[in-house]
């Protein structure tokens, strides 16, 4: 057992004041540096920090967005798949003492872009896992930007791009400007069948209001409260079967501010004509638990799910209620790594339900489910 997954049993208390940090990614060429130049001038954007991946020599990306945030850091290492790890939390930890020291404005917020080829997880890995940055900083979410000319065609060729499109909290489409009507329309059918819950927006030249990209994770610190149904967003998976008979279906859109279109779930997998074959690898689905949970039943699920599939697990999130705990825990998972569970103070809404939103690899519902049962069964 990866000894990272540990940290499922353990709950730690949530702590709102954690600078959030919104990981950028999205294929090459696909706006990152265009979409990040123009947000950084928003004026509620403006105490941002930046942190740039650069694949080879030229640090072009630094030097644009660089004109409008000083905040900006370039790690120069290569690709963040491989060898960025230590560069992260050495930038991190650097930024962080730097602003306490007065050394840089007091920067509210981190963005961070990778390379264009980059698997976003190993960079969720160490903001989920490292003590020093976990301590000072949250993962807000996952924003990737997708091409409305190339995308088809990259995510037909890339495994990389669907994967970056899969684990999205927030998916904007590029270059709308210049893409086909119809074209567009086939390739947000695509992405809403590849990811339900993950908002589409759209991106002219960069041009996009940040309210809808970021605040995207657990907690809202101006207000202190829970955000997690907007996180989870466990409604947009509509079809719900399995684990406790209730007509939840209506998709709760609308409440998500501009920009969110409708995907009501259709283009699912079975539609399978216009789907490729790294598509149809990745499912999307939201588990729902009618009965309080054991806790020690549903870690040593997940980890025993992490130990036999830990790779193919793209995402995990979830809202539990578990018997040992009057306010639900919130758990999140990339791959083999587990974020500590986090307990919150109180239910975000009537609805007091365990829902585990899954995005894997080759690995299907019935699966998962089934090793649910089995533990869940050992447990009572
Ligand atoms: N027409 C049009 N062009 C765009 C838009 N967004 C970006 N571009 C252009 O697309 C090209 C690539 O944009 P970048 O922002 O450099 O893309 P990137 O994802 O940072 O690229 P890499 O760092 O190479 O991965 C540039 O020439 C941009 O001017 C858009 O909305 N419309």
């Known amino acids: 057992m990866p000894s990272e997954s540990r940290n499922v049993t353990t709950v730690l208390a949530a702590n ?24 950084v001038r928003h004026p509620g954007m403006a105490n941002t920090a930046v942190i740039i991946n650069e694949f080879g020599e030229i640090g072009l990306d630094h030097l644009l967005v660089a004109e409008s945030s000083e905040n900006t850091v370039l790690l120069n290492s290569g690709c963040l798949c491989c060898t ?24 509210d917020r981190v963005v961070i872009e990778t390379t264009g080829l980059a698997d976003p997880a190993p960079v969720l890995h160490t903001l989920m ?17 997708v091409d409305a000319v190339n ?77 997690v149904e907007r996180w989870l967003r466990a409604e947009a998976y509509g ?23 409708d995907h009501h779930g259709h283009g699912h997998d079975h539609h399978g004509h216009d789907r490729n074959r790294h598509d149809d690898h990745i499912s999307a ?30 995402r995990i999130k979830g809202i539990l209620n578990v018997r040992e705990s009057d306010t639900p825990v919130v758990v999140h998972g990339v791959q083999h790594v587990f974020h500590p569970p986090v307990r919150l103070e109180a239910w975000p809404s ?20 089934a090793m649910f049962e089995a533990y869940r069964d050992a447990s009572e």
């Open 16 to 39: 709102p004041t954690r600078l959030p940090v919104s990981v950028l990614t999205g294929f090459l060429g696909s706006g990152k540096t265009t979409l990040l130049s123009r947000l």
């Open 84 to 107: 960025v790890r230590g560069d992260l939390i050495d930038t991190m930890r650097d930024l962080f003492l730097k602003r306490v020291r007065g050394e840089i404005p007091e920067f």
């Open 129 to 145: 896992n490292d003590p020093l940055i976990a301590a000072r900083f949250r993962l807000d979410g996952v924003i990737t930007t």
């Open 151 to 227: 995308g088809a065609d990259q995510l037909d060729r890339h495994q990389e791009s669907v994967k970056q499109a899969a684990v999205a909290d927030r998916i904007v489409l590029t270059k709308t400007d210049i893409a086909a009507p119809e074209a567009l329309a086939g390739l947000e059918r695509r992405l809403a069948g590849l990811n339900p819950a993950a908002p589409l927006m759209r991106a002219v030249q960069g041009e996009i209001d940040p309210a809808g990209l970021f605040d995207a994770g657990l907690y809202n610190p101006t207000t202190k409260s829970p955000d």
């Open 239 to 261: 079809d719900d079967h399995g684990h406790g008979d209730h007509g939840h279906g209506d998709h709760g859109h609308g409440d998500h501010g501009h920009g969110d279109h």
């Open 285 to 314: 689905f939201c588990m729902t638990v009618e009965e309080p949970l054991a806790w020690e039943g549903f870690a040593t699920w997940i980890e025993t799910l992490i130990t036999l599939r830990g790779p193919d697990l793209l």
């Open 350 to 369: 009537d609805d007091h339900r365990s829902r585990i939103v899954f995005i894997t690899r080759d690995v299907s519902r019935e699966t998962i489910e």
